[in-house]
């Protein structure tokens, strides 16, 4: 049996999928745990220059609130509770990097950061937000329901159930857990 390709994540999602992913709670792992971390990590995906480097923790500060919030956002998506002040954030980064349409010679219209340097960075990582979020797949982008991982997917589900990250592994835990706590509630623990 072949088995088909999954179909790409729309918007480049995956670049707001990857900058939340930063944070790796299974190893424990932070990419931007320092200000030279979160500047290779721009510079590695084309989002900011040699030129404009090297960050300050100012700027590794302001990168841990956007990932904050993005992060706020995919938890809302999986059934948390909604946070205001992350899309304040959201529209904040979008201000300082000046995000707005470009209309160009060809016809096309993309969004695109005006500002320069490090505000511009920031601001690019939002753009699959604002473009998703015109058909809806921005509800896809989920962070796993388990405590322990919090870990940024795209949901493929048909209905947009998905929970979990991987149902192998945190599912897998989550349904270990729920048969304990039946079991210690029923006085066989």
């Not at 300050?56 to 948390?80: C, F, I, P, V």
Request: net charge positive; hydrophobic share 45%; proline share 5%.
């Amino acid at each position: 049996m072949v088995s088909m390709p999954k179909a790409k994540i729309p918007h480049a999602l995956e670049l707001v999928i990857d900058f939340v992913n930063t944070l790796d709670p299974d190893l424990p792992a932070d990419a931007f745990a320092t200000p030279e971390g979160l500047g290779a990590w721009l510079e590695s995906r084309g989002l900011l220059d040699a030129a404009d480097l090297p960050l300050r923790e100012g700027d590794r500060r302001e990168a841990l609130q956007l990932r904050d919030a993005l992060l706020a956002l995919m938890l809302a998506h999986n059934g948390m509770p909604a946070d205001a002040q992350a899309a304040r954030e959201l529209d904040r980064v979008a201000r300082r990097g000046g995000l707005g349409v470009q209309f160009r010679s060809d016809g096309s219209a993309p969004l695109a950061p005006r500002g320069e340097g490090f505000a511009a960075a920031l601001a690019a990582v939002v753009v699959p937000v604002a473009e998703a979020v015109r058909d809806g797949s921005w509800q896809r982008v989920k962070a796993c329901r388990a405590d322990d991982c919090r870990w940024a997917f795209y949901d493929r589900s048909r209905n947009r159930s998905g929970v979990w990250c991987d149902m192998a592994v945190c599912g897998n835990r989550a349904k270990v857990r729920a048969y304990r706590r039946r079991g210690t509630a029923a006085g066989h623990g």
